[in-house]
């Protein structure tokens, strides 16, 4: 006999108290759901408003008004010996003056020329030294208005307001108006936002700097991190003795994770730029500081990645007389490697969105033009935010939330990679 | 005589007997704790030697010491002499992916790698260099396959997954992998346990043919597998052996009463 | 035997097996007993009880026959509890043909019967008396484990085959002195074979024992004493 098989009074499963403590166990169940599905709403409800709030101040900001009109490209104004010197902007103000032959010289003039943005005369230049031909003739370019004038057409601020209280006076809104009623005016899609530079002007202010900048810096965190969080990852996890030291080691790495990222960037000051002497402002300097913060993640996602690997694997391998590296190199890294890549891509996705050590390291260099390698000042895309957000300009103010959409465009681009990835790899077996 | 023609003896002792390994006083330690207590057993060719004994008595431990799988264990520590062949494997000279080479092992879960079954077959004899032309390869794989019986069920498709395979099929592609290296000693740690009746049988049966040409151990939680596929058979508790001998004498009269305990099912 | 498996209601059955044995072993030496006592009392009223009684034994064969199959087929038994299962199944059918036996020596009560002031020679019922006692013995070792106590028994045989070397002689000198004894010595005669094989038989029984025990086979052959095979008596020329 086993001694498990005394006799227990029989359980009335069927009785009052069974059945009210029956009811209770499915009450507090439901109670534990609905705090679960309470708490995803709220969440939910959170990202909402913070997206919709981005979106409803941002997306005037993904289309530019332009005016159109003829430009003759006056010869007098031209200097054949060095076009890039060539008074543009003559040229600009009085094909634009001409629309308007009843206003006088003077003030008036002055105000009416406030119209077309300062930019105008560049893009002019642009289209003459492409194709020097047009000089002496009449073309048509269509450039983006002023910011006032932008604003005034996506509605900000009401025409019926005091004329002291509009950045915009009565007689700008009647040539305006004038403009649209001929057709000159038009809203097409934004995309200065995209191919130009930071600019003193929101209507001229693009994002290509930071996006290049950015792309600069990750190249540089990634070639950094990367191969050296998986060899220091595979040494840990493969080769180092269990003892004291890698411990420390283990410890040390996961605290390095929770630093706070400033204390990166002073680390980058001090060291990168006074010590080293490496340029200020430059991706190179930024990248190494953004790959310093994201190794821990790696080096961990890796360790985690390696240690997921069935020692089932590793034990048919070395069962076949495989030696320790081509047990690593063969069966268990390319197995670990969708984990890794999805550290890695979390890793970068983090570093992308990295402000304080930047900003500590001057990657929040005003440039009017995309820099060209790692050692230019650059800015990336969440300094630019910064810059933007502290413009006074209130064309800024969108163009800012715009920035932050494109930021996150970007975050969710890298997870939908790291989750296709994942799935991508995980699924070939 | 002499200790050279003591040697000697034991040697030519052993070729008529027909041992391939020979192990004598094998202590293993784990840090302090001592997991094999000086196990002498012999391993003769082609013959199958099932080891048997509740879990945690140190068969899979001992298994594992024959081609020193043990190694990847870092608190682990081997004593006594363990001769393959007449030459100690856990000699300095022995390099030890050229003995993992010559003694292979089939695991208790089926583990082919997740690449096909042309590439699990000839992993093994590419990082050996048993061949070098694409025609040899394909030899290796057609032989190995049609030795663990599995040729005609793959043939067609050897370049789907390994994992893609029954549980039954993928444990019958890791015996043709590690037959592929063409090694003397096959060992095989509870290669049935997470296979169906059929499977097993079928495993069986092939272990069965494989004794032509190979010294087999294998460590088996069923009594009545050990019965049926091998011919002696060594009771392991609590880290030595109790019993070992002829497998019909330990299942129809064990002289030991531990073993008799064991194998009836008094104690577990 | 310790009864100490696991799996409880593995030894229950294998100690229903056991018990089996011992009643069909109590059985078949009831009727050897009452064999004997038949013939002796000339009762036929009592060999036909003998002979109805054989059933018992039959069923009871029967039941050991299928319990066995079922803990083989179900347990896979091993060592010992294998050997106690192989005894289990040859000596309950030894022990069904020891009652065999006893139900033909019944049988022959009656013809035996038919003829008068025929005297029943002592010597069959020494022998029975003799068999009946090993039999006993037998089962005495099988249900303590005892060897030792088989081995004895298995070499008590000879004394019985000695007995039934000379009762031959004599049922066969009576037959020749007068011609109308040779139905009833010959009936005596089969009956005292019968008991003679009863006695093989509990030799069986002992080797049987012995290797349940040991897990050996006896091999050694048994002394024999049974040499009617080659007896001839010839009858005197005067």
């Known amino acids: 006999m086993t001694e498990g098989s005394s006799n227990f009074a029989r359980h009335d499963w069927d009785g009052a108290d069974a059945r009210r403590r029956l009811k209770r166990r499915y009450a507090a169940n439901t109670r534990l759901k609905l705090y679960g599905l309470s708490a995803i709403v709220l969440a939910l409800g959170l990202l909402a408003v913070l997206l919709g709030s981005l979106v409803m101040t941002g997306y005037k900001s993904f289309v530019q008004t332009h005016v159109t009109f003829d430009v003759y490209v006056n010869p007098e104004n031209y200097d054949q010996a060095n076009p890039f010197d060539s008074d543009y902007r003559t040229m600009i103000r009085d094909s634009f003056l001409k629309l308007f032959p009843e206003v006088p010289p003077g003030p008036q003039q002055r105000q009416l020329f406030d119209i077309p943005s300062t930019g105008a005369q560049l893009k002019l230049r642009e289209i003459v030294a492409a194709d020097p031909s047009v000089v002496g003739s009449t073309i048509r370019i269509s450039v983006p208005v002023s910011d006032e004038f932008d604003q005034f057409q996506k509605g900000e601020g009401s025409r019926d307001a005091a004329e002291d209280a509009r950045r915009v006076n009565d007689r700008q809104i009647v040539w305006f108006d004038k403009l649209a009623a001929d057709g000159k005016i038009s809203t097409p899609f934004n995309w200065t936002l995209f191919n130009s530079a930071d600019s003193r002007f929101p209507e001229l202010a693009g994002l290509k700097g930071a996006i290049v900048g950015t792309f600069y810096l990750l190249l540089v965190t990634f070639v950094l991190s990367f191969p050296i969080g998986i060899a220091a990852a595979i040494y840990l996890e493969e080769f180092a003795p269990k003892n004291k030291w890698t411990d420390i080691i283990e410890i040390n790495i996961n605290n390095l994770a929770a630093v706070p990222s400033i204390v990166f960037g002073l680390l980058a000051l001090a060291v990168f730029l006074q010590t080293f002497g490496l340029p200020r402002s430059a991706p190179l300097v930024g990248g190494m500081t953004i790959a310093l913060m994201t190794l821990p993640t790696i080096i961990i996602a890796t360790r985690a990645a390696l240690k997921a690997v069935p020692p089932s694997i590793r034990e048919a391998a070395l069962g076949v007389g495989a030696s320790k590296h081509q047990v690593i190199i063969h069966h268990v890294l390319p197995l670990a490697m969708p984990g890794i890549l999805t550290g890695t891509i979390i890793g970068m996705a983090h570093a992308i969105g990295e402000t304080a050590p930047l900003l500590l390291i001057g990657m929040n260099a005003f440039m009017t033009s995309a820099s060209v390698g790692i050692l230019d000042p650059a800015t990336t895309l969440p300094t630019q935010i910064y810059i933007w957000a502290d413009s006074p300009e209130r064309g800024f103010v969108a163009r800012t939330s715009a920035a932050i959409l494109v930021l996150l465009g970007f975050l969710m681009l890298m997870n939908g990679l790291a989750i296709y990835l994942r799935r991508r790899l995980e699924r070939k077996w | 005589m002499t200790e050279a023609q003591v040697e000697m003896k034991t040697r030519m002792d052993n070729e008529a007997n027909n041992v391939k390994f020979s192990t004598r006083g094998v202590h293993v330690f784990y840090g302090d704790k001592e997991a094999l207590k000086g196990v002498d057993l012999d391993i003769n060719n082609n013959e199958v030697t099932a080891l048997i004994g509740p879990s945690g008595c140190g068969k899979s431990t001992y298994l594992r010491c024959l081609n020193r799988m043990n190694d990847t264990v870092d608190s682990a520590r081997v004593t006594g002499s363990i001769l393959l062949d007449g030459a100690d494997v856990y000699d300095r000279k022995v390099d030890v992916v050229q003995l993992r080479a010559r003694v292979g092992m089939v695991f208790q879960k089926p583990n082919p790698f997740p690449k096909s079954i042309y590439d699990n077959i000839v992993y093994g004899p590419r990082i050996h260099g048993l061949a070098s032309t694409k025609t040899e390869f394909d030899e290796i794989v057609e032989t190995s396959l049609k030795k663990a019986g599995l040729w005609n069920e793959v043939k067609d498709r050897l370049d789907s997954g390994g994992t893609s395979l029954s549980g039954g099929q993928q444990q019958r592609l890791c015996i043709a992998r590690a037959i592929a290296v063409s090694p003397e000693v096959i060992l095989m740690d509870e290669p049935c346990s997470a296979l169906d009746p059929i499977a097993t049988a079928r495993v069986e049966e092939l272990i069965d043919e494989l004794r032509e040409n190979y010294a087999i151990v294998i460590v088996t939680h069923s009594m009545q597998q050990a019965a049926r596929v091998s011919q002696r058979t060594a009771f392991f508790h609590i880290g030595e052996i109790v019993e070992h001998g002829n497998t019909e004498q330990i299942f129809t009269n064990p002289r030991e009463e531990r073993t008799r305990d064991y194998i009836t099912g008094r104690f577990g | ?238």
């Open chain 3, 1 to 238: 035997m310790p009864n100490d498996h696991i799996v409880t209601s593995y030894d229950k059955e294998l100690e229903n097996l056991r018990s089996s044995i011992a009643r069909m072993g109590g059985l078949a030496e009831t009727q050897i007993a009452g064999a004997v006592d038949a013939l002796f009392k000339r009762s036929a009223e009592r060999a036909q009880q003998v002979v109805e009684a054989d059933k018992a034994l039959d069923d009871l064969e029967i039941a050991i026959e299928k319990d066995a199959i079922s803990i083989l087929a179900r347990r896979q038994p091993m060592a010992t509890d294998l050997r106690e299962i192989v005894s289990a199944l040859k000596m309950s059918s030894i022990l069904e043909r020891i009652g065999d036996y006893s139900k033909n020596i019944a049988k022959r009560v009656t013809a035996i019967n038919e003829t008068d002031n025929f005297r029943i020679v002592r010597t069959v019922g020494d022998m029975a008396h003799l068999v009946q006692k090993m039999l006993k013995d037998v089962l005495d070792a099988y249900i303590d484990q005892d060897a030792v106590k088989a081995m004895d028994v298995w070499e008590r045989d000879a004394p019985v085959d000695e007995l039934y070397n000379s009762l031959f002689r004599e049922l066969l000198t009576y037959m020749m002195e007068d011609a109308r004894s040779i139905t009833p010595c010959t009936h005596l005669l089969f009956a005292a074979k019968n008991v003679e094989r009863m006695g093989d038989h509990v030799t069986n029984l002992a080797e049987i024992v012995f290797y349940l025990v040991n897990g050996e086979i006896l091999e050694d052959t048994r002394p024999k004493g049974d040499r009617t095979s080659f007896t001839v008596l010839r009858p005197s020329e005067d």
